[in-house]
């Protein structure tokens, strides 16, 4: 596959998921979620694939949404917001619900979307200088559709601390908040995460994909509901005048009027 994306997987079985627009910090186009979403269907069919790493070219792991994709969004009618929010919902759920252990080797900063993604990972790795933030609130939007997994992965007295400030936080308090498993060295990482993958490949992969889908059944409802519901709070964001404000002052380098 090629474009945003690429995919690359060993004799083992192991396929590693790059994010693969380095010169665009990684940031989630539309081109992007179709890949990401084509990724998690073809790679979930494939018999001989017995574990996916997500993993990220370049100096950062991913920095959220594509702003010009955002931008997009208020030229476009209701309708058209809400087709795309729906992509981006769908995509995650895919990711979410692939049946293969999905292992986040995460690196560089994480913001907004990108946080999505390392929450529907089985399991996440990252470096120790890794840098996070949910960002959206500061630029008058909500982390809508990566919601039910951010919430299912922390918790909400966790979420509460990080999901509506938007300021920073570090590889440390990441793996307080239960959003990493571990934070190792840059230049361990990659060993860290084969200890993740390796013990999949003594186990019976049709068990360990029953395992996970009853193990998302236990776990909070993220059904087609909640999915509607967060794909309608991010349509309305795009359709408000925050949102507008405050991606139109990004993009023009000015302060937006509620910052500080």
Not at 4 to 32: C, P, Q, Y
Not at 33 to 44: K, M, Q, R, T, V
Not at 109 to 134: E, K, P, R, T, Y
Not at 215 to 221: A, F, Q
Request: net charge negative; glycine share 10%; hydrophobic share 50%.
């Amino acid at each position: 596959m090629t474009g945003t994306i690429r995919i690359e997987t060993d004799a083992r079985g192991v396929a590693t998921l790059w994010l693969d627009r380095a010169d665009k910090h990684n940031a989630m186009s539309a081109a992007m979620i179709a890949e990401l979403h084509a990724a998690a269907d073809s790679l979930g069919a494939d018999g001989a694939c017995r574990v996916v790493v997500l993993a990220a070219a370049g100096k950062t792991f991913c920095a959220g949404g594509d702003l010009g994709w955002m931008r997009a969004q208020f030229a476009a009618d209701p309708a058209q917001r809400k087709a795309e929010a729906a992509t981006l919902a769908h995509m995650l759920r895919a990711l979410n619900e692939i049946p293969k252990p999905l292992i986040g080797r995460v690196h560089g900063n994480v913001f907004g979307g990108g946080i999505g993604l390392l929450s529907v990972c089985d399991v996440a790795i990252g470096a120790d200088d890794v840098q996070m933030a949910l960002t959206e609130t500061r630029l008058g939007l909500i982390p809508a559709t990566i919601g039910p997994y951010v919430a299912a992965r922390m918790g909400e007295a966790r979420a509460r601390r990080v999901f509506m400030s938007g300021r920073r936080f570090d590889a440390a308090e990441a793996v307080e908040l239960g959003l990493l498993a571990r934070a190792v060295p840059q230049a361990d990482l990659d060993v860290a995460v084969e200890a993740e993958v390796a013990p999949y490949l003594d186990c019976a992969p049709g068990a360990v994909a029953r395992a996970k889908a009853q193990l998302r059944s236990l776990g909070p409802r993220i059904d087609d509901d909640v999915i509607a519901d967060s794909i309608d709070a991010l349509a309305a964001c795009w359709a408000g005048d925050e949102a507008a404000t405050g991606i139109a002052a990004f993009f023009d380098r000015r302060t937006p009027p509620w910052r500080s």
